[in-house]
Nanobody
Framework: VQLQASGGGLVQAGGSLRLSCTTS?????????????VGWFRQAPGKEREFVAAVSWSGLSTSYADSVKGRFTISKDNGKNTVYLQMDGLKPEDTAVYYC?????????????????????WGQGTQVTVSS
């Protein structure tokens, strides 16, 4: 079972996009997003995958990379088993493939220092392109 990101596209600098992340394939109760913290990561061509934002399994805590703080907002709807990333004030340097993934540990909130190796159930990402 993987997490599927969607909602990417081409937008002008200063514009907005909302990405969605939900489960694909069969959904098991043990894989409910309500039981896991979920993170958004991005990878630009020729660069390593980097952390963007994360929301706790309860939905009550969030964390952001400095580069997106104040512009992006992460949220989750446990009833819909979906996590959102609202991206406002987009910049050309936000251009990347965006991925979502769940923490490998259930009901655990890391708080800081998010790295991709701590997350799993990666699916295909969604391309975000910001033109200048």
């Amino acid at each position: 079972v993987q997490l599927q990101a969607s909602g990417g596209g081409l937008v002008q600098a200063g514009g907005s996009l909302r990405l969605s992340c939900t489960t694909s394939g069969r959904t098991f109760s043990s894989f409910s997003i309500s039981s896991f913290s979920v993170g958004w990561f991005r990878q630009a061509p020729g660069k390593e995958r980097e952390f963007v934002a994360a929301v706790s399994w309860s939905g009550l805590s969030t964390s952001y990379a400095d580069s997106v703080k104040g512009r992006f907002t992460i949220s989750k709807d446990n009833g819909k088993n979906t996590v959102y990333l609202q991206m406002d004030g987009l910049k050309p340097e936000d251009t990347a493939v965006y991925y979502c993934a769940k923490d490998l540990l259930a009901k655990y909130w890391r708080g800081t220092n998010y790295v991709s190796r701590d997350f799993g159930s990666w699916g295909q990402g969604t391309q975000v392109t910001v033109s200048s």
